[in-house]
Structure formats: C-alpha cells, structure tokens
C-alpha cells in the first residue's frame, strides 16, 4: 500500500535540443518524473501516482509504472486530448515550454483566449481529491506537483487532515505574482514549499534569497526549498533553521525536463523516511542530475535506486575531502 501519494500531470513532451539533434517525443509530465525520484529512495510500492489521463495514455502509462513496480491504481482515465507541449530548449540550458494542442495555438484566436483555454485544459487532466483511491488514505506524505491554483488549493486544504506531511511545488501561473502572505493562505496546510526560482523571483528584486526563505517561513510555511538550477539550492526546516545551500549534483546533461519534479519526489521520499531538510535536499540534487541524463519519463522510471545511493556517497565523501 503506498503512503507517499505524487499527485499531477502526464503528458507528451516533444524536446527540441538548442544544437542540431532528434526531435524526440516521449512521455513526460510532473506525476511521472516526481515519482521517478521517489522511487530512488523508496521502495516504489510505497509510492503512488494519482493522476487523470488523456486519450490513448492509459496503457503506456500502465506499463511504465507496472515496470517500475508503482502500483497502478490512481490513473484515472478522462475523454480529453492529451497536453502535448513543446520544450524548446537554448544553448544555456534554460527552455521555453508551448503547449502543441491545435486548439491550445488556434491562429485565430488572441493571447489572453489561448491562455485561458490551456490553464481549461490543464485543469481538467489535473486530479482532485476525489481521484486519490480511498483505500490510500489517510497516508503519510503527499507530494504535489505543479497545478493550476483551483486545483491546488482545494486539494490542499482536503489533504490536510488526511496526510501527515504535504509538500507542494507550486505552478508560475499564480505563485509568481503573489506575496508570501496570500500563498500561505492559499497552500494553508502545506508543510514543505519548493518552488523553483521562476515561481518566487518577484519576491526578490535584490537577489536576497535567505531573506526570502526567512519571509516565507514567518508567513507559515515550516520548511522551505528554493531550487536554483544549476547554482543548487537553499533549504531549511525542522533541524535545519538557518538556510542552507546545496549544491547541484554533478550529471552529463541529456535532456533538462524533470529535474525540479525529480528533486520534489526524491525530497518528499528522503522526509518520509525520516531525513532532516538538508539531508532530503542532497537527494533531491542527486536525483535530479540523473534524470537530466536520460530523456522522458520511462527512462527516468528505470533508473538505479543502487547507483544513486553510490553517487550520493561519492558526492559526500568528495566535499568532505
């Protein structure tokens, strides 16, 4: 029975390299790449995906977790047209995300209509509360994935006396343009907040990070992680009061999708099993560079728990030295 909950989004990825290379399409999403990091450290039965699922997903999606021995019973299944989005990514790493859908890049209709209509879309293959299986509650840690704001804090808010830890990854299309007070009304219940720096960067004009962490946990939130990219991250929490930087892991990059889903489902992995922040916070770095070595989420639902127990050594015993 699982009792670290992912709850988000499947989707399929089209990822267009900076430098000539494959156009290539796999399946991807927050649900699946957040679990691919549980799953290096835990034991994947304990870890289950909720999610709803477009047309023609359920078996691939089926198969993917069966192999990764995640059980299969929070996919729900919805008569809708997958999110098919392209990441376009630049020379510097960073990437431009664009939803593929015919109807989501209608010519004919303006910015203000497309975008309405993709946060519609995204919505409804968002899950709810009611698509987690009742035999799963109460458990013990749920982590969710970027969501629109109607989903997340509904859900939230229900989660919160059904789940011992809730941790939240919050989505730029409302965290970044609200101040610390309003997200902690809105994600009232969450108890470790991880946004990535595109999500809080309007909360720091002067680039005071710690300061930022130090704001958001007088307005509630009792453990913080702000994941910074390729300059690591800052962490801090229960056992872990003053913010703490990690840095990012070594990793020879392939493909940069689900790193920060990575990092999210690798901490809430490394806190159910009783890790302090920081501790949580070097899983989380390692997970996410492994990811980034591989392309789509089948791949990342392969990878070795075995070698990133190793490389999380290595990388320990290295910045003892």
Same mark, same amino acid.
């Given at each position: ?18 430098? &000539? ?8 999403? %927050? ?69 593929? %859908? ?67 990854? &919050? ?33 720091? &004009? ?36 003053? &913010? ?78």
């Amino acid at each position: 029975m699982p009792d670290l909950l992912v709850l988000g989004q499947v989707t399929v990825d089209h990822a267009v390299p900076a430098t &000539p290379g494959p156009w290539r399409a796999s399946l991807g999403g %927050n649900a699946l790449y957040a679990a691919a990091g549980a799953r290096l450290w835990c034991d994947p039965g304990r870890v289950g995906v909720v999610t709803r699922l477009g047309r023609g997903l359920a078996a691939d999606v089926t198969a993917i977790l069966g192999r990764a021995g995640l059980p299969t019973g929070g996919l729900t299944e919805v008569d809708a047209e997958p999110l098919i989005e392209w990441h376009l990514y630049e020379q510097d790493g960073s990437r431009r995300s664009f939803p593929r %859908n015919a109807a989501l890049r209608d010519p004919t209709a303006d910015a203000a209509t497309l975008h309405q209509r993709y946060l519609a879309h995204l919505e409804g293959l968002s899950p709810t509360a009611a698509d987690i299986p009742r035999a799963w509650l109460p458990t013990r840690a749920v982590h969710v994935a970027p969501q629109v704001s109607a989903r997340h804090e509904s859900t939230i808010a229900w989660l919160a006396e059904r789940a011992d830890w809730v941790g939240v990854d &919050p989505s730029p299309h409302y965290a970044s343009h609200l101040k610390e007070g309003r997200l902690m009304d809105m994600l009232r219940g969450v108890r470790a907040f991880l946004p990535s720096r595109a999500e809080v960067a309007h909360l720091v &004009p002067d680039g005071d990070w710690v300061g930022l962490i130090g704001r958001l946990r007088e307005a509630g939130f009792e453990e913080v992680v702000v994941k910074l990219g390729g300059a690591g991250c800052l962490v801090a929490g229960p056992g872990v009061e003053s &913010p703490r930087r990690i840095p990012a892991a070594s990793a020879d990059v392939v493909d940069l999708t689900g790193a920060g889903d990575a990092f999210c489902g690798a901490y809430a992995a490394a806190r159910l099993g009783g890790l302090d922040p920081l501790a949580a916070g070097r899983r989380g770095a390692i997970a996410a560079a492994m990811v980034i070595e591989c392309t789509g989420a089948a791949a990342a639902l392969a990878l070795s728990p075995d070698e990133a127990e190793r490389r999380l050594g290595a990388w320990i015993a290295g910045a003892q030295r």
